[in-house]
């Protein structure tokens, strides 16, 4: 095949509910939002050149490897190209990325992409030793987690920008408000700022209702011809991995330079965008991307929350699923879930939390604390 002069688009999207837990195998969980995407898309396995998994840790959570040729076996696609991508908790977009790549090559011409995740199969313990084997080896030697380190970067941006604590607040009630019309999250039950606030403190100033779940559930997208989403810009970045290293704690250098490769690709600008999805692993973390993204400057993010600017019906819709934070996290489906909310808004089958107007989609899957990030930018195709 030659290289293509078109831009991929995407013709199917599929979902499992995301579930604190399930007893399905994670196998089951890729394959059912696989046959999801693919009947969305009106491909059948056998038209498949390549299938990509997005998966952070299944060894460590299941005890299974192989699993992209696992899947190929079960959905009946034998003959086509099968790898399975990891990037810790951007492993859904990295798949997603190396799926575009291939198309964009000349390499496939339709390509399944799945996300998936199984974190109840462990023990709470266990779950979060896996988790924290993110971390740069140094933090995680002196007993620094992720939490820890959203802790400080919470602290440091209240106190360097004077920002309202509500504001942190207000992201967590958003994206759960938004949640409760998403028949996939996680999380269905709108909350309170009162109760945000009054939630279990995880890491001063940090409270429960501040960090995203752990989650069972896999999500699936198919790039082929007959998509009516195009892909307009893709690209990756790394940072400083060690957050002590970096300039700032509340810099995430992965992210700006992804989003200014992947707008520059599609020949956008941020105020080009018409809804977004950002990796809100923690409620700081959604600000710190908007800033890092272009925006809004650097300790205005807060304020455009506390105005409405990021809500559903607000001039930059943000997280309109519920985002990490109340539609769920695991971790390899978080950055193909994105994508599959962007499709749903693109198309205007969001219902109940639709934006408008919705022309374009901006997605930032993060690994770890910001020290590799994907941007995605997705167009309707009008």
């Not at 462990?122 to 992720?146: F, K, M, N, Y």
Request: some cysteine.
């Amino acid at each position: 095949m030659a290289v293509s002069d078109a831009a991929p688009t995407v013709a199917g999207v599929g979902m499992t509910p995301f579930e604190s837990e399930t007893d399905d195998r994670l196998l089951d969980l890729v394959e059912r939002a696989a046959l999801a995407a693919l009947a969305d898309a009106d491909v059948t396995p056998t038209e498949l050149d390549a299938v990509v998994v997005g998966n952070m840790a299944a060894e460590a959570f299941t005890d299974r490897s192989g699993l992209a040729n696992a899947l190929v076996d079960s959905v009946g696609a034998t003959g086509a190209s099968a790898d399975r991508v990891e990037n810790t908790s951007a492993s859904g977009a990295s798949a997603f990325k190396r799926g575009v790549e291939a198309v964009t090559a000349g390499h496939a011409e339709r390509v399944l992409v799945v996300g998936g995740e199984h974190m109840s199969a462990v023990d709470r313990e266990r779950s979060t030793e896996i988790v924290g084997s993110i971390v740069h080896g140094t933090e995680r030697r002196h007993g620094v987690t992720l939490p820890s380190l959203a802790g400080v970067a919470t602290d440091a941006y209240l106190r360097e920008h004077d920002a309202d604590r509500a504001a942190l607040s207000e992201v967590a009630v958003k994206n759960h408000g938004n949640a409760a019309a998403n028949p996939y999250a996680q999380f269905r039950t709108p909350v309170t700022r009162e109760e945000v606030e009054s939630s279990p403190a995880v890491a001063d100033p940090l409270r429960l209702y501040d960090c995203c779940p752990t989650s069972d559930g896999a999500a699936a997208v198919v790039l082929a011809p007959e998509g009516d989403v195009r892909v307009t810009g893709v690209a990756g970045a790394t940072g400083t991995h060690a957050v002590p290293e970096r300039q700032s704690v509340l810099r995430v250098e992965s992210v700006a330079k992804a989003g200014t490769r992947a707008l520059s690709a599609a020949g956008i600008s941020p105020a080009d965008v018409d809804v977004a999805c950002v990796h809100d692993a923690f409620t700081v973390l959604e600000l710190l991307e908007l800033e890092e993204l272009g925006f809004y400057g650097p300790g205005a993010a807060w304020k455009a929350v506390l105005d409405g600017e990021t809500a559903v019906d607000g001039t930059l819709p943000v997280n309109p699923g519920g985002g990490l934070k109340a539609r769920g996290h695991p971790l390899g489906a978080t950055g193909v879930a994105q994508l599959v909310e962007l499709v749903w808004q693109l198309r205007g089958e969001a219902v109940g939390r639709q934006a408008t107007p919705a022309y374009t989609g901006l997605a930032v899957n993060v690994a770890g604390f910001g020290n590799n990030s994907i941007c995605t930018i997705l167009e309707a195709d009008t």
